[in-house]
């Protein structure tokens, strides 16, 4: 069982930044493509980011294009999301997950459904 901790939510006003990080224990992420996600109260979860395994590729939800950046650091076996231009619609339990997979995140949001081992989460709260 592959193990992911995410880390680097809080509390944050409109407008602000903060950057989420997920790590890997145990095992190296350079054949995981991931993706991260969210879960309001009362939604689906969806997906917001995904870098494929080279880090060659990135894909975006519309709802967060141009706000959010997903890069991975092979080095240090971890994948952030910058998220900057928060908006309290951004609140939510967000997720990092994990495929092995070469092809993966070719075309928009990563899909829930794709991504087998997860993290338990962390909680991004967007008021003023």
């Known amino acids: 069982q592959l193990q992911l901790v995410e880390s680097g939510g809080g509390l944050v006003q409109p407008g602000g930044s903060l950057r989420l990080s997920c790590a890997a224990s145990?095992?190296?992420?350079?054949?995981?493509?991931i993706g991260w996600f969210r879960q309001a109260p009362g939604k689906e979860r969806e997906g917001v980011s995904c870098v494929s395994r080279s880090g060659g590729r990135t894909n975006y939800a519309n709802s967060v294009k141009g706000r959010f950046t997903i890069s991975r650091d092979h080095a240090k076996n971890t994948v952030y999301l910058q998220m900057n231009s928060l908006k309290p619609e951004d609140t939510a339990v967000y997720y990092c997950a994990a495929v092995r997979s070469a092809f993966m995140c070719y075309n928009g949001a990563p899909i829930t459904s794709q991504y087998p081992d997860w993290g338990q989460g962390t909680q991004v709260t967007v008021s003023s």
């Open positions: 145990g095992f190296t992420l350079d054949y995981y493509a």
